[in-house]
T-cell receptor
Framework: KNEVEQSPQNLTAQEGEFITINCSYSVGISALHWLQQHPGGGIVSLFMLSSGKKKHGRLIATINIQEKHSSLHITASHPRDSAVYICAVSGSGAGSYQLTFGKGTKLSVIP | DAGITQSPRYKITETGRQVTLMCHQTWSHSYMFWYRQDLGHGLRLIYYSAAADITDKGEVPDGYVVSRSKTENFPLTLESATRSQTSVYFC????????????FGNGTRLTVT
């Protein structure tokens, strides 16, 4: 089974700061997902990537397949970015239906 | 409205009662999933379905039953609720496994007393 580790577990930042959240996994994957969960809210898919880099607004996700590592960056952070960010990986082949989730990184952005 | 809808949003029930959580999606996605989210464990897969009438167990299936007679609906039943099943339950759907984003419902917070 894939092991997914996120760091840090908790992160407090000042508004405007550049933020990085890291995710590492132990076994080869078909795709990696970054999800966002606001307090008391549902879960939204931010990115799905299998190689390289993707950008959406102030959010950037990168993945290094050889290193089994992904990062989520937030530029010019804002209090509305405060949420839990979850990394999840899809297995390859017959196990691709099974997502393995990290435990999440709780981000608080202070005005 | 297009999307994935869970009901109820909140449910309190007693130990031993049967409870059914509903999930409905309007995209005609083939794959549907039930997860539970608990502090310290993250999200864990209970059951999934690859198509109507095809379901399979996930990581933590004990005490749960699912059915999928129609593509758009994927109800989760707790046959005899236990306190350990107190959790937040999320339904999700995807049109392809592994290679496409998951779309999540807003969750059902279930408390078993």
């Amino acid at each position: 089974k894939n092991e997914v580790e996120q760091s840090p577990q908790n992160l407090t930042a000042q508004e405007g700061e550049f933020i990085t959240i890291n995710c590492s996994y132990s076994v080869g994957i078909s795709a990696l997902h970054w999800l966002q969960q606001h307090p008391g809210g549902g879960i939204v898919s931010l990115f799905m990537l299998s190689s390289g880099k993707k950008k959406h607004g102030r959010l950037i996700a990168t993945i290094n397949i050889q290193e089994k590592h992904s990062s989520l960056h937030i530029t010019a952070s804002h209090p509305r970015d405060s949420a839990v960010y979850i990394c999840a990986v899809s297995g390859s082949g017959a196990g691709s239906y099974q997502l393995t989730f990290g435990k999440g990184t709780k981000l608080s952005v202070i005005p | 409205d297009a999307g994935i809808t869970q009901s109820p949003r909140y449910k309190i029930t007693e130990t031993g009662r049967q409870v059914t959580l509903m999930c409905h999606q309007t995209w005609s996605h083939s794959y549907m999933f039930w997860y539970r989210q608990d502090l310290g464990h993250g999200l864990r897969l209970i059951y999934y379905s690859a198509a109507a009438d095809i379901t399979d167990k996930g990581e933590v299936p004990d005490g749960y039953v699912v059915s999928r007679s129609k593509t758009e609906n994927f109800p989760l039943t707790l046959e005899s609720a236990t306190r350990s099943q107190t959790s937040v339950y999320f339904c999700a759907s995807s049109d392809r496994v592994g290679g496409s984003p998951l779309h999540f419902g807003n969750g059902t917070r279930l408390t078993v007393t």
